[in-house]
């Protein structure tokens, strides 16, 4: 059974760094496609990070471009976003999401995904 597990959201002051993973459980292969997206109260589900199943090819959103690095370890399943310079506006639920086509890393709709953790928390505050 797929499954994905969250890890690493927590509260953190503007300007800081969190890291975030996501453990994929159930998989008999990693040709897949991992993403991170992010749910702010009152506001859709959007898009902030993506990588192919390599790992080698990268996608982000404009929002988090130099703040934001996403990264895959294949030999342990897991994905990373590692989070620096914290904005206010960054606070939100982030889920990772797995997509079965392996280069769809830059696909932003989320309805697209096929697989979705339950979500972290993450909150800056000033």
């Known amino acids: 059974q797929e499954q994905l597990v969250e890890s690493g959201g927590g509260l953190v002051q503007a300007g800081g760094s969190l890291r975030l993973s996501c453990a994929a459980a159930?998989?008999?292969?990693?040709?897949?496609?991992m993403g991170w997206f992010r749910q702010a109260p009152g506001r859709e589900r959007e898009f902030a990070a993506g990588?192919?199943?390599?790992?080698?090819?990268?996608y982000y959103t404009e929002s988090v471009k130099g703040r934001f690095t996403i990264s895959r370890d294949k030999g342990r399943n897991t994905m990373y976003l590692q989070m620096n310079n914290l904005k206010l506006e960054d606070t939100a639920v982030y889920y990772c999401a797995v997509r079965n086509i392996g280069v769809a890393y830059e696909d932003i709709i989320p309805d697209t995904w096929d697989y979705w953790g339950q979500g972290t928390q993450v909150t800056v505050s000033s």
């Open positions: 159930g998989r008999t292969s990693n040709t897949y496609a």
């Open positions: 990588i192919s199943w390599s790992g080698y090819r990268t």
